[in-house]
């Protein structure tokens, strides 16, 4: 990463762009470059955002375009261009759509910044990791999928909220893809260390399991007019910060395997220590028969979709 300012671009500056923009300049981590194809928006944005920088931050900009060689030379390249999930809408309803766009954004922004580090954030996520991993022909470590953040992050909201204890002590293990797929992991999730079925009956678990996967369509339903972003935004601060600032964080990331959990070739959940390298290891751990089986079911259902998108487009 090159010395001096840190800079981080946002592809796409609606709920959850605008929101991380936000976030990164706020926290003081880097400037921000907010792109977006509708004109004005970006730019009303930004300056919105950077008439706000005297009461909160130190100096960082945030620049709003339509320009990708506004972004040249980010650091990293955040992209939430999409079209987000309507009430009754399925993640795959988007994904061709969403394809299309993710394809056209990340080729143009990766031309310019040909050593930046990508968090996809577009829905259906593992899907548009492929898509951003393909179009760049960056590494692996460079092209990782945020959702495992926001889905332990749901998960350990909903845990501390029934045991009444902070959710700051509460640490929730998830594998695997985002949303229905999602396989949570009650034996590694622990609160202050304790696992977690020692202090709930393995049924609540899966309730609350079950209310993190449909955690995204809760929100929708309630918002009718669009889909989450504030715990999206958070999530996409938390790896930046990992990245920019070389935390190592252990966090569990959408990451090409090429064999770990006797998955090949497929993008999937797993925890991956996340630093200035970007994903620096990714940590295997031994998983039950039941385990193992829910995750190569989640690796099935992005399978699944990288074939519907791949005959799209030999079609
Ligand atoms: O966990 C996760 N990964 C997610 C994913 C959590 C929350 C949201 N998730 C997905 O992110 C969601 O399903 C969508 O696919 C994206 C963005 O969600 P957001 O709520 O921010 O959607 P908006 O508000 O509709 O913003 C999308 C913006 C909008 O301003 C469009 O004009 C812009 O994307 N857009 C584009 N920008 C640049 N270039 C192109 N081609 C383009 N097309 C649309």
């Known amino acids: ?75 990293v390249i955040v992209v939430t261009a999409g079209l987000a999930r309507q009430p009754g809408m399925t993640r795959d309803d988007l994904l061709l759509k969403n394809m299309g766009i ?78 229905d797929t999602m396989v949570p992991l009650p034996r590694l999730s622990t609160v202050a260390g304790i696992p977690l079925p020692e202090l709930m009956s393995l049924e609540r678990i899966e309730v609350l399991a079950n209310r993190t996967r449909n955690g995204g369509a809760e929100v929708v339903a309630l918002l009718k007019t669009g889909s989450a972003y504030y715990a999206p935004a958070s999530s996409i601060l938390q790896m930046v910060n990992a990245i920019i600032n070389d935390r190592k964080r252990v966090l569990p990331c959408a990451v090409l395997l090429t064999g770990e959990y006797g998955i090949d070739g497929l993008v999937v959940g797993v925890p991956v220590v996340l630093g200035a390298a970007g994903v620096e290891r990714i940590i295997e751990v031994k998983l039950t028969d039941d385990e193992q089986a829910a995750l190569l079911k989640s690796a099935a259902s992005v399978r699944d979709l990288v074939e519907t998108m791949k005959r799209a487009q030999a079609s």
């Open 1 to 75: 990463m090159a010395v001096g300012r840190r800079k981080v671009t946002v592809i796409g500056a609606g709920n959850v762009g605008a929101t991380a923009a936000q976030r990164i300049a706020e926290s003081g981590l880097a400037d921000v470059t907010l792109i977006d194809v509708v004109e004005g928006l970006p730019q009303g944005k930004a300056l919105d955002l950077s008439e706000a920088a005297p009461l909160h931050y130190n100096g960082h900009a945030v620049v709003g375009t339509n320009d990708y060689a506004d972004t040249a030379d980010s650091d």
């Open 102 to 179: 993710v394809r056209t954004v990340v080729g143009k922004a990766a031309q310019y910044s040909p050593n930046a580090f990508v968090i996809v954030v577009t829905n259906p996520l593992d899907a548009m990791v492929h898509v951003a991993l393909e179009t760049t022909g960056f590494p692996r470590e460079r092209v990782i999928g945020m959702a495992g953040v926001l889905d332990s992050a749901r998960f350990r909201s909903f845990i501390a909220a029934e045991l009444g204890v902070s959710a700051l002590d509460v640490s929730a293990f998830v594998l695997g893809g985002h949303g």
